[in-house]
C-alpha cells in the first residue's frame, strides 16, 4: 500500500497517543490535520502560530521520534498554519510557517520550514580543504528586516545594517557594532543582515553565533588540540555575525583569538557584525587593541522604542500572527511596557494565550491583569555579581572566599545558594553561571540548585536562608 499523508499521520497518532497523556493528546494533536505528503515532508495543518510554537516548544522530540519511524532519518515536518480572524468573518486563509513568505536559506543547507534534523549547531570543525564546506548560517529567517519594525529608536542601526546587507564588507560599517538594552532587537537586526545578505548574495558564507557558543568552541579546540583548525575555519567566512560580545569580557584566550579572526576577515574585505549590551566605551575588561578594531567600523545605537514605535511593533506581530484585537487594547500594552520590546511580544503571547485556552474576548481587564504581571515579574534583573555579593554578605564571607576552592560546609552552601539565585534571577546560562561564580562547569550548578531545592524542603535552617536571601535579592 502507497503511504499517504494520512495513513503517515495516523501511525504516527498512535505512537504519540502511547506516549502522552490523554489530555494533552485531545489537546494538541486530535486539532491537527495532515494535508500533505511529498518524499519524506510530510505537511500538517495547525490552527494557529501560538499551536505551531507549543508543538515545536513541547512536542518536537515526540514528533520526530514518530516521524522518523514512519519516513526515515530524513524525515521533514512542514507546519500549515491556519490564520485565525476573530472579528471578520472572512474566510480563514492560511500561512506556512514561516509566515513572512520568505524562501528558505538552502544554499548552505539550513533547511526551512522547520528540518527537524538540523535544529542543534553542526560541529563546525571540519578540517577545511580546497573546496568549499558546507557551513550552516545558523540563520533564522524569521528575523529579517520587513519584520522588524522601523522607529526613530531603530533608524541608524536599521539602515547602517541593510547598508551592510547591499555590500557586505564594501562599507565602512566594518565592523558594524549595534549596541543596546536587553530585548530592544540585537539579535533580531543580526540576523536580518545575515538573512537579507544570503538573499542577495546566496553564495557568500554567513555565520551567526553567540559569543558564548564561540567562546565554548574556542575551549573544546584548545581541549581537543584543534586551535589552528578553529582559526581556520572562522578564517573561511565572508559574514560573521558575533552575537552579545560583551560576553566575551575577561576572557582573554579567547579574545586573543578572536583579534586573529577579525584582523584576518578584515584584511581580506568579509563583514564582520557584532552586538552588544553596551557601547564600546563601557565595556569592560575587554583588551584595548580589540575595542579600538570595534571603534574602527562603526557603532549604532538601539533605544528603547517610543510610544507609536511600540505600537507599530504590537500591530506588526498581530498582522503576523493573524489575530485582530481592539486597538485600545493594543494602546493600553503600548503605554505600559516602556523598555522592551520581548515584553511587548510577551505580553502579546500571553494574551493570546489566555484567551485561546479560556476561550476568554480580549479585553481590557485581561490585559490589565497580564501587564500587571508583567511589570512585577520584571522589576529589574539582578546581576551573578550583585547576587554574590549580597550572599556573601548574608554569611559574612568575602566573594573570593565563595568563589575559592574550599570544601568548608558553609562556604560550599553559600556559594551553592548564589548559584542557585542566579539561576532562578537572571537569564545566564548554567555555563556561564559557573564561570562566573568559581569557575565552575554547568553540572556543578545544576548540582547547586538541586541541592539547595532539596535541603530548602527538608532542612527549617536552610529554608531561612533562602526565604531571607529571596527577600535581599528583590528589593
Ligand atoms: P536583544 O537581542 O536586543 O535582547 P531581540 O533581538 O532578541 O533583543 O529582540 C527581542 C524580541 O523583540 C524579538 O522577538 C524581536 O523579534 C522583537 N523585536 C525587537 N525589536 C523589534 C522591532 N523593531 N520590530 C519588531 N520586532 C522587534
Ligand atoms: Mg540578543
Redesign the pocket.
Known sequence: MTKTASSVWNECLSFIQDNIKQQAYKTWFEPIKPIKLSGEALTIQVPSKFFYEWLEEHYIKLLRVALVKQLGEDAKLIYDVRMENNYSSSNPHTVKIPSSNRNPITSQGVTVPVDINKRELKNPFIIPGIQKVKIESQLNPN?NFQ???E?DS?RLARSAGMAVANKPGGTSFNPLLVY?G???????IAHAIGVEIKDKYPDKTVLYISSEKFTQQYIDSVKSNSRNDFIHFYQMIDVLIIDDVQFLSGKTGTQDVFFHIFNHLHQNGKQVIL?SDKAPVDMQDIEQRLLSRFKWGLSAE?QA?DYETRVS?LQ?KLYRDGVEMPYEIVEYIAKNIKSN??EL?GVLISMIAQASFNRKEFTLALAKQIVDKFVKNTKREVSIDYIQKIVSNYFELDVATLQSKTRKRHIVQARQLAMYFAKRMTKASLASIGSQIGKRDHATVLHACKTVDNLTETDKQFRKYVDDLTKKLTF
Open positions: 528575523y519584520s522588524f519594525v522607529g531603530n543596546g536587553v530585548g530592544l532587537g540585537k539579535t533580531h552586538t538601539l522604542p511593533i506588526n520590546v520581548r511580544e
